[in-house]
């Protein structure tokens, strides 16, 4: 079965400081690869995506993803964070083939100090 | 385009008290799924439908039932509330990537 691992529960940055976020995942194949965010009370908005080809992906709000098969990971990247990135960051994992059920890690918590 | 709503956003059950939560999409998404988070403990699938007519079990779907009679609606309902049904209701639709709903916040006293 698959898995997702975000080994960082929280991060803490400061502001205009360079960010990244860890993904690790578990499958064979090369998976659909997902980064959502999520603000205080609200649902999980997509921030990029990576299906196949280029294997650095931008997304919204000045977000880029790496995929590094030869690691199984997908870091998210943002060279400079605003206090306005303060949210709950998932990393999600889908598989073609059979029933879609997307596997997501258990979220970041990303702190932005002023 | 509204995307995926839920319906209600704020509900208060007592214990043993019945509801339905209601999902609505408009992409014509084939895929529609219910999860709850919990602090600390992400989002655990509860049921979830390949397309209209279908449902599945989910990670934790005991105490759940759904629904899946049109294929832009996904219904999650709960007969018997439990104060452990407490937590953060999302519903999501999908062709290749998920798009989620607002979230509906339970509390069961």
């Known amino acids: 079965a698959q898995s997702v691992t975000q080994p960082d529960i929280h991060i803490t940055v400061s502001e205009g400081a360079s960010l990244e976020l860890r993904c690790n995942y578990s499958?064979?194949?090369?998976?659909?690869l997902f980064w959502y965010v999520q603000s205080p009370g609200q649902g999980l908005q997509l921030l990029l995506k990576?299906?196949?080809?280029?294997?650095l992906v931008q997304g919204i709000k000045g977000f880029e993803a790496e995929f590094k098969r030869s690691q199984s990971s997908f870091n998210l990247r943002k060279p400079s964070v605003h206090w306005s990135d303060a949210a709950e960051y998932f990393c999600?994992?889908?598989?073609?083939?059979?029933?879609?059920?997307?596997?997501f890690g258990r979220g970041t918590s990303l702190i932005v100090h002023p | 385009n509204a995307g995926v709503t839920q319906t209600p956003k704020f509900r208060v059950l007592k214990t043993g008290q019945s509801m339905t939560l209601l999902c609505a999409q408009d992409?014509?998404?084939?895929?529609m799924y219910w999860y709850r988070q919990d602090p600390g403990m992400g989002l655990r699938l509860i049921h979830y439908?390949?397309?209209?007519?279908?449902?599945a079990k989910g990670e934790v779907p005991d105490g759940y039932n759904v629904s899946r009679l049109k294929k832009q609606n996904f219904l999650l309902g709960l007969e018997s509330a439990a104060p452990s049904q407490t937590s953060v209701y999302f519903c999501?639709?999908?062709?290749?990537?998920?798009?989620f709903g607002p979230g509906t916040r339970l509390t069961v006293l």
């Open positions: 999600a994992v889908g598989l073609s083939g059979g029933s879609y059920i997307p596997t």
């Open positions: 499958y064979g194949a090369t998976p659909y």
């Open positions: 990576y299906f196949s080809g280029d294997t």
């Open positions: 992409m014509n998404h084939e895929y």
């Open positions: 439908s390949v397309g209209e007519g279908t449902t």
């Open positions: 999501a639709s999908a062709g290749l990537e998920q798009f």
